[in-house]
């Protein structure tokens, strides 16, 4: 399949999905190539009616779901990651066609998404054995069994920056626990979810276990967020929709995880090897041209070697190569679409307003006439006060400051709103730990890239999160717990 083979083959495309019926009419919305700003795919989306089919199906769907051994749900995980392994290059063309991030970023996804479908097929088959533990109890006169329950049916809203990855992170525990799912793509990158889907339901995922709901956040998520025949609502996305989310759950006591924003801090100490820090500043800034919820959007270097990072970071963000997705070498895309292009300029532009100084990038990239390009932009002398500082921007945009002390630098790094990742760079072993032991944020790496396993949890402290994906409290985050006190 060709680049614009893959242009042609879209059209009307069905965003819904009941019953493992896809329904293609309804409302529609169109989706767009943010590489070239063109239209690339008309989809079908539902609204608030069509949430409640979804819910009632995945309600009839749950009772014999729930009553699948772990074992049974297993072997269905993990044909879902064979599907998606065999399926691996039309997944990737699709994430970069529709999210515009380079093939090489797609292909790591795509493998985040089958390496989660196999962790989670792995726990599922271990659920059975833990199913009805007796519980050790200081009375004779009682005894005691614990079981772990799925929650029932549970709403998935996903952003678009990982859009196939955030969806594995949810539905792969959920699927995993027992529990059937209504699950809302972004409006902004549906594709890659439809055609993942397409995949799962070609291993025989029984009718209304997965349910898809594709449109806006207002006719699709708000529904799902307030449905009372919904136990649980787990989003990931902006802080301002995560509360909003936070609030309707409320009315009916709805269990929630949120996956939120962050403003990360990597930490570069005194004796760190600078071409390191300098790899992981890029990586941790321009990955998927910023828009990363865990972007280390926030660099602090040690006053002693400030100078002679900027040197080397300055030179390496300018031979960022920005462009097509899919043209070899490209090591930056697009940003996702219009709305998130000038979101992005604007904050650049209050940037500058606020006193910081622009130390390159700041435009519109020259790499293409078309399409939502950014360049790759450094600021230093950043006001501790301003959004530039202190807000998420989503795009590619690092603020560089000095420090003098570790406790500057860890005082600095914490004073934010948000506690989601850092990353510490340092040759010696001792200062990094102490140093990533003090840092409020649920994920350190020190010395190492962005590495994301599914056995790792994924969450954050203060603003970014409440509960943790991935690992054992990904599949608890869908599961009750019972006990059951018989007197003997
Ligand atoms: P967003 O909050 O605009 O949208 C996220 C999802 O919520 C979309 O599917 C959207 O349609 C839906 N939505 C919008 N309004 C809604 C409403 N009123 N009720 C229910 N659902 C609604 O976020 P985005 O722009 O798609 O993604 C970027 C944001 O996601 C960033 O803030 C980023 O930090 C965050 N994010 C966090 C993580 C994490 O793991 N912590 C991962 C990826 C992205």
Redo the contacts with the bound molecule.
């Keep these: 399949m060709t680049h614009d083979g893959d242009l042609k083959q879209f059209g009307d495309v069905a965003g819904v999905l009941i019953r493992n019926e896809w329904i293609p009419n309804g409302r529609r919305l169109d989706v767009m190539n943010p590489s070239t700003g063109e239209v690339l795919a008309s989809v079908s989306t539902g609204d608030a009616s069509t949430v409640d089919l979804a819910v009632a199906a995945a309600t009839e769907a749950f009772p014999a779901w729930r009553d699948t051994t772990g074992a049974e749900r297993a072997l269905l995980l993990r044909r879902i990651a064979q599907g998606v392994s065999d399926k691996r290059e039309v997944l990737v063309r699709l994430q970069s066609l529709n999210n515009g991030k380079p093939l090489e970023e797609a292909g790591f996804d795509v493998d985040d998404v089958i390496s989660t479908f196999e962790y989670y097929a792995g726990l599922a088959e271990a659920l059975d054995a833990r199913q009805d533990t007796p519980v050790a109890l200081p009375s004779s006169e009682f005894t005691a069994r614990l079981r772990h329950e799925p929650c029932g049916v549970v709403g998935l ?6 859009p196939m990855v ?1 969806t594995a ?1 949810k539905l792969a525990p959920a699927l995993a626990a027992g529990c059937t799912v209504v699950l ?5 990158t549906p594709l890659p979810e439809l055609e993942l889907a397409r995949i799962i339901l070609e291993q025989g995922l029984p009718a209304g276990v997965l349910n898809i709901v594709s ?4 006719e ?3 529904p ?2 307030l449905h009372p025949g919904i136990a649980k609502v787990s ?8 509360i ?2 936070m609030q ?1 759950a409320a009315s009916t006591v709805k269990n929630v995880s ?5 403003k990360s801090p990597l930490v570069v100490l005194e004796d760190a090897d600078l071409e390191l820090a300098v790899e992981l500043a890029c990586s941790g800034g321009y990955f998927n041209a910023g ?5 280390t959007s926030r660099v602090l270097v040690a006053e002693g070697i400030l100078d002679a990072f900027m040197v080397k970071f300055v030179d390496r963000v300018r031979a960022i190569q920005v462009g097509d997705p899919f043209a070899p070498g490209t090591e930056m895309g697009p940003l ?1 679409s219009k709305a ?1 292009y000038e979101r992005v300029l604007a904050h650049i532009d209050r940037g500058v307003t606020s006193g910081a100084r622009l130390i390159t990038g700041g435009e519109r990239s020259a790499a293409s006439a078309r399409g939502f390009f950014v360049q790759p932009t450094i600021f230093t002398d950043v006001p501790e006060d301003s959004d530039l500082w202190n807000k ?1 921007i ?1 795009g590619p945009v690092v603020c560089v400051r000095g420090f003098s002390t570790e406790e500057e630098a860890i005082s600095a790094a914490n004073k934010t709103e948000f506690g ?1 990742v850092a990353t510490v760079v340092s040759a010696n072993a001792e200062a990094a730990s102490r140093v990533a032991n003090a840092i409020q944020a649920g994920m350190v790496w020190i010395n190492a890239p962005q590495v994301v396993f599914p056995q790792t949890a ?3 402290y203060k603003q ?2 409440i509960g943790r ?1 991935l690992g054992p409290w990904g599949l608890a985050s869908f599961q009750e717990l019972k006990h059951v006190v018989v007197a003997s």
């Design positions: 809203i996903v952003p678009w920056n990982f955030t992170g809302k793509p972004s409006e902004v449109g806006t956040g207002i699709v998520g708000e799902i967020a989003f990931t996305g902006s802080n301002a929709v995560g909003q989310v309707r949120l996956e939120l924003g962050g828009q990363m919820c865990s972007a996702v998130q998420e989503f989601l994924w969450g954050g970014s999160s994906e």
